[in-house]
């Protein structure tokens, strides 16, 4: 009889190897990326988090105003890290990885313009 419980236990062992397996698998089709945009406000906000969103194979997108740091789960034979960063600095938001687009940068409201000059701030 205890060895018949054993085999149970065994067999559960397996089992939960082979699903923890079968999660890391899943996982690793996705990939969480981070890196600082610049920024003021929650209008800046909106603005980096719908542009990254328009990305074909952007999961989630949330942009940290106090910090500055840019965090998005993406699908990784979808889209990567810099396809991202540069639909970002398309609307305007200079970031780690790339210029803004002056054009949109020089559209944004007076108090999105977080750095008056227009130019691409210093890199962090
Ligand atoms: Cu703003």
New binding site residues.
């Given amino acids: 009889m205890k060895t018949y419980f054993k085999y149970i236990g065994l067999f559960g062992l397996i089992l939960s190897f082979s699903s923890l397996f079968g999660q890391a698998e899943k996982s690793s089709k996705l990939e969480t990326i981070t890196f600082h945009v610049e920024?003021?406000?929650?209008?800046?906000?909106a603005?980096i988090e719908t542009a990254s969103y328009d990305v074909s194979g952007v999961k989630s997108a949330k942009w940290d105003k106090e910090t500055g740091i840019f965090t998005a789960v993406i699908v990784k034979k979808k889209t990567t890290r810099q396809k991202v960063a540069d639909a970002i600095a398309a609307v305007g938001y200079a970031n780690e990885l790339a210029e803004a687009n002056h054009e949109a940068y020089q559209k944004?409201?007076m108090?999105?313009q977080?750095d008056n000059g227009g130019e691409s701030p210093e890199k962090h």
């Fill in positions: 920024g003021v406000c929650n209008m800046c906000k603005r944004l409201p108090c999105c977080y």
